[in-house]
């Protein structure tokens, strides 16, 4: 689970080859309503590490990590 008030670290390496692709990590509960969450904008070449922190807002036992992409590219 998550509890609310404590940092969340997330670490990934990314590799885009066009166009404006952003990575959404977001930590959701049962109904899918965002518990915190962040946004990766990986720049265009190699495969590149990407670090970011964010909270968590509420407290839940059974908390499900999102990870989608938001716009065009690849």
Request: no cysteine; charged share 25%.
């Given at each position: ?8 670290d ?7 080859l066009?166009g404006?692709?952003r ?19 990986p720049?265009?070449g190699?495969?590149?590490?990407y670090e ?11 908390a ?5 992409f938001?716009?065009k590219?690849?």
């Open positions: 689970g998550v509890q609310e008030g404590l940092r969340y997330f670490s990934v390496d990314i590799r885009k066009e404006n692709t990575l959404k990590i977001a930590l959701v509960d049962s109904l899918g309503n965002e518990l915190g969450g962040t946004t990766i904008q720049s265009t190699d495969w590149k590490h970011a922190s964010f909270l968590a807002t509420k407290t839940e036992m059974k499900l990590l999102k990870l989608s938001e716009g590219g690849q």
